[in-house]
T-cell receptor, first 110, second 114 residues
Framework: GQNIDQPTEMTATEGAIVQINCTYQ??????LFWYQQHAGEAPTFLSY??LDGLEEKGRFSSFLSRSKGYSYLLLKELQMKDSASYLC???????????WGAGTKLIIKP | DGGITQSPKYLFRKEGQNVTLSCEQN?????MYWYRQDPGQGLRLIYY???????QKGDIAEGYSVSREKKESFPLTVTSAQKNPTAFYLC?????????????FGPGTRLTVT
């Protein structure tokens, strides 16, 4: 079966660092995506990993381990505007469609 | 400005009525997608299209229909056969080349059926 797991909710403090984990079990793999979604709005693309390792993009970094079926999104120097849901999605290599996790709601406190 | 537009943002309908949600993109993307988002669940694929005049069913196509007569447009009809139509509907598009081919999303339409 296809399964993607993320924590439902996390809380962090402004200025701190938070790591959001995503584990997946899919029949095929052709890349892992992270999206940010503010309440009531559209998801926006954050990162894409297809090879093992860390991809850094400003305050956000994403890590992938294909052998472990594991990824994380690391957010540094948290700002209040980072309060949002973070969606993990895996692209299936059979039909190139995305399989989505339920998302992690991140709450930032002052 | 290039992007994806969906209209309307909020839509209210009575049970038993069909309703069509609009999705237009000027990004020159070949592929377009319709998703449904419900609280506490991941996005679920309804239909997708990779070329004009062709489309494929996603995981939850029952009770929905689409058309792709133009590259820029991919309207979704929610029929009266859809048992739980109240949801947030998202349209997306992407290129179909090698690489990340990330999907770009429209602002969404929140449909309420009573």
């Amino acid at each position: 079966g296809q399964n993607i797991d993320q924590p439902t909710e996390m809380t962090a403090t402004e200025g701190a660092i938070v790591q959001i984990n995503c584990t997946y079990q899919t029949s095929g793999f052709n890349g892992l995506f992270w999206y940010q979604q503010h309440a009531g709005e559209a998801p926006t693309f954050l990162s894409y990993n297809v090879l093992d390792g860390l991809e850094e993009k400003g305050r956000f970094s994403s890590f992938l381990s294909r052998s472990k079926g594991y990824s994380y999104l690391l957010l540094k120097e948290l700002q209040m505007k980072d309060s949002a849901s973070y969606l993990c999605a895996v692209r299936d290599d059979s039909n190139y469609q995305l399989i989505w996790g339920a998302g992690t709601k991140l709450i930032i406190k002052p | 400005d290039g992007g994806i537009t969906q209209s309307p943002k909020y839509l209210f309908r009575k049970e038993g009525q069909n309703v069509t949600l609009s999705c237009e993109q000027n990004l020159n993307h070949d592929a377009m997608y319709w998703y449904r988002q419900d609280p506490g669940q991941g996005l679920r694929l309804i239909y997708y299209s990779q070329i004009v005049n062709d489309f494929q069913k996603g995981d939850i196509a029952e009770g929905y229909s689409v058309s792709r007569e133009k590259k820029e447009s991919f309207p979704l009809t929610v029929t009266s056969a859809q048992k739980n139509p109240t949801a947030f509907y998202l349209c997306a598009s992407s290129v179909l080349t090698s690489g990340s081919n990330e999907q770009y999303f429209g602002p969404g339409t929140r449909l309420t059926v009573t």
